[in-house]
């Protein structure tokens, strides 16, 4: 076998090569303290419920030793792969929707010249976070029920004759979820707005572009990687929300980590364990396919 010697540029790049090894590794050990409580949990929990997966369930029992019941169990029951592919549609049309309303408001807040207004805007995109789920269930209610605002408004106007029914289905659930995801899709879409260099939109204008030009040539192309990111984020804490859509769903919108929460109930823990996993596997799969399509499209724009 022939081992190749260092060239000369090799050789003199190994000294600032380790150089700034040495300078990063205090950031890198600022990120121990966090990073390994957190792998220790996670991993822990995977484990636990790999084990209590993989355990037999017979009459409200759990027994000891290991098969493969529960995981048959799981893909013969064609309501829980109905639930699934509810629960993954809830996923896309929010972490859609949210990055679609996100990236206007990001690109505002970028260019908000008032530094006091823009302190306004960003608590008032924050403020879901602030209040429990169950009021701004409550909130909705009012908003939304048969009674509430929005009905009384368009029946006085004559817009419409009878109340709309909006609560308790798909469409209260998809806008109580957008609302409280507007937060994690604006936060990441800032930060990469923010970095899109002012040399870059003032050439374009240059050369000729126009705005519209200018955003899908220069500015959304730049900043592609945060609306992944939002993309992402918005799915995997859509597909793993209860609250929201069992109180604004009102028994139609049954989602799997309802049904985890349900089996949980039931002491049926191995069929909950498996879900579980279920979840898991779905968010790693979609955040696997944005990644790559990203990749692939930003390769074939060069």
Excluded: K
């Excluded at 955003?215 to 995997?236: E, H, I, K, N």
């Amino acid at each position: 076998m022939v081992q190749s010697t260092p060239t000369a540029p090799d050789r003199a790049a190994a000294p600032a090569r380790r150089q700034r090894m040495r300078r990063a590794a205090p950031r890198y050990l600022l990120v121990l303290p966090a990073l390994v409580p957190l792998t220790v949990i996670f991993l822990g929990s995977l484990a636990q419920l790999a084990e209590l997966g993989l355990r037999p369930y017979s009459a409200g029992r759990i027994g000891t030793g290991v098969t493969l019941d529960n995981v048959r169990r799981f893909a013969d029951d064609p309501y829980t792969w109905r639930v699934l592919g509810d629960t993954v549609t809830l996923g896309v049309v929010c972490a859609v929707l949210a990055v679609a309303l996100a990236y206007p408001m990001a690109l505002a807040l970028h260019r908000m010249r008032s530094a006091a207004l823009r302190a306004v805007a960003v608590f008032l995109i924050f403020s879901p976070l602030l209040t429990s789920v169950v009021v701004r269930a409550y909130g909705w209610n009012v908003l939304l029920g048969d009674g509430g605002v929005v009905n009384r408004f368009l029946v006085d106007i004559g817009l419409i004759e009878a109340p709309l029914r909006m609560m308790y289905g798909f469409p209260a659930v998809v806008i109580a979820m957008v609302h409280v995801l507007l937060p994690f899709a604006v936060f990441p879409l800032l930060g990469v707005v923010a970095q899109v260099p002012a040399s870059a939109v003032a050439a374009a204008h240059d050369l000729g572009a126009n705005r519209h030009q200018v955003f899908w040539r220069v500015t959304f192309p730049l900043t592609r990687y945060g609306v992944v990111l939002s993309l992402q984020l918005c799915f995997a804490l859509t597909i793993s929300a209860f609250a929201t859509p069992a109180l604004l769903g009102g028994g139609r919108v049954q989602v799997l980590s309802g049904l985890v929460y349900t089996n949980v109930g039931a002491v049926d823990w191995p069929m909950a364990a498996v879900q579980s996993y279920a979840l898991l596997f779905i968010a790693l799969a979609l955040v696997g396919v944005v990644s790559l399509a990203a990749r692939l499209t930003g390769r074939r724009r060069g």
